[in-house]
């Protein structure tokens, strides 16, 4: 059983691997320390709108951006979710990056706030920090203990004995076969540092032992110490968990027991179901750990890319749930000017949004690239999809990109590359691009074909 649960994540990592997805080039917002932007990175051009983008996540990192919110306006493919996506990776996996699409919250189940009220509790981060009993140290050994079954389910694992050492001694363990599962999850092998939560059982790796650093150093992975003291200790546990975390964990109370054992013991496990009144009673107690210095509020960022899809009755809902003492930062994007702002009749507002949401938005612009640009950038995709192309094919590609869109020019590169393998190529030619455009159209000729 749990050797089959390996195998299927293996497979899955290599999948991921291959796929080379729309932004996969884009790592963080290439600035330097200074806060100015530089040119060799994924991120080509767009310098001052990816400066903005640097201080908001400074902004952001030091808890001042609570309750504001952010436009991203400009063209389509000027690389508004390039920046979004950016923002994320500079935050870090600590700080939640929540993103949607502003059109996720038509659907027929669920009330639109409902949606977007899901969406802001996924993007407010709690650190909470709890004295725990655990058994920690470097592992020395895993053995899983195995029983014989008559019949046809041959083995199972009855326990599994865990070796710890630390600088003072070392202890065996017997724990339960749930934790030998929770071990190949982690990747645990000998020489990581790790420990035990002595009452839920959840298995953290803290690292690779400090002992085990020149057979590993080319290894991206974090050394830690050898821990001092005993084995069995207290110790101060953090967890990182978003508001939408501690709904589901308190509303299916049998699921969420190893996320939180703080809140979920503060509630008696009763409801089944998220609603208002169970995220008022999660609030009051996170508002209390939060006075008490149990938890830190981290607020992260809510990213609704096409903005001007919401309507009238969701712009509502943003203007008071930014202003709440529990919000996220709020980025929105939109590629229109003034429009009319849905759900409404005739009130036509710049970017479709109304005026009391407006005032509260800092306004990032993104600007048109140039040829220059867009053939820096088809080059960066090319070179991330491992495809060959020369200099004469990137121009003609960039002047795709100036007559119809810089997307569809990024689009085109893949069929290329099979129209030049069918060549017997492995280097894409200008012939290759113009054979792919005729058979592929870019919205404006189709739109054309259609009325014609
Ligand atoms: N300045 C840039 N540097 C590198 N790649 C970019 C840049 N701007 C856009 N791209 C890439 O071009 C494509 C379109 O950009 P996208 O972010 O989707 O635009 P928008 O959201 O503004 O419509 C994406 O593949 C994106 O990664
Ligand atoms: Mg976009």
Do not use: W
Not at 266 to 294: A, C, F, S
Not at 432 to 442: G, K, Y
């Amino acid at each position: 059983m749990a050797e089959s649960a390996v195998k299927i994540q293996d497979t899955s990592a290599s999948f991921v691997e291959k796929r080379v997805a729309t932004h996969s080039h884009i790592r963080g917002l290439g600035l330097r320390d200074d806060g100015t932007a530089t040119v060799d990175c994924g991120f080509i051009g767009q310098t001052s709108a990816r400066e903005a983008a640097g201080l908001i996540v400074d902004l952001v990192k030091s808890r001042k951006m609570a309750g504001r919110a952010v436009l991203l306006a400009g063209e389509p493919g000027t690389g508004k979710t390039a920046i979004a996506l950016a923002i994320s990776q500079e935050l870090g996996a600590k700080v939640p990056f929540r993103p949607m699409v502003g059109s996720e919250v038509f659907s027929a189940e669920v009330k639109k706030t409902e949606v977007l009220e899901e969406n802001f509790r996924r993007a407010i981060g709690l650190r909470i920090k709890e004295i725990k009993e655990v058994f920690e140290g470097e592992v020395v050994d895993v053995t899983p203990h195995e029983v014989e079954h008559s019949g046809p389910q041959g083995k199972s694992i009855a326990s599994v004995a865990v070796t710890l050492r630390t600088a003072k001694g070392s202890k065996t363990l017997k724990l339960d076969p749930s934790i030998y599962e929770s071990l190949l999850k982690a990747k645990v092998t000998t020489g990581d540092v790790i420990y035990v939560e002595a009452n839920s059982g959840t298995v953290k790796r803290l690292g690779r032992s400090d002992n085990f650093k020149q057979e590993y150093d080319l290894e991206a992975d974090e050394f830690v110490p050898v821990p001092k003291g005993e084995v069995h200790k207290k110790r101060e546990v953090v967890q990182d968990v978003t508001l939408h975390d501690l709904d589901m964990a308190n509303a299916r109370p049998q699921g969420g027991q190893d996320v939180l054992s703080l809140v979920g013991q503060m509630m008696k496990p009763r409801k089944t179901e998220v609603t208002d009144k169970l995220r008022r009673e999660i609030n009051k107690i996170v508002n209390r750990y939060i006075e008490q210095g149990t938890a830190e509020l981290v607020p992260g960022v809510l990213f609704i890319d096409e903005a001007h899809i919401l309507d009238m009755e969701c712009f509502t809902f943003l203007n008071r749930a930014i202003e709440s003492s529990l919000a996220p930062i709020v980025v929105l994007a939109t590629n229109r000017g003034m429009s009319l702002i849905r759900g409404t009749d005739d009130i036509v507002a710049p970017h479709g949004i109304p005026r009391e949401l407006l005032d509260r938005l800092l306004i990032i612009r993104t600007t048109p690239y140039g040829v220059d640009d867009m053939r820096k950038i088809i080059m960066i995709r090319a070179r991330a999809e491992g495809l060959l192309v020369g200099e004469e094919t990137l121009q003609v590609l960039a002047e795709v990109a100036k007559g119809s869109s810089l997307r569809y020019a990024i689009q085109l590169l893949t069929p290329a590359s099979i129209s030049a393998a069918a060549h017997g190529r492995d280097r894409i030619m200008p012939e290759d691009v113009n054979e792919t455009s005729t058979l592929f159209l870019d919205t404006k000729r189709s739109a054309k074909l259609l009325l014609d």
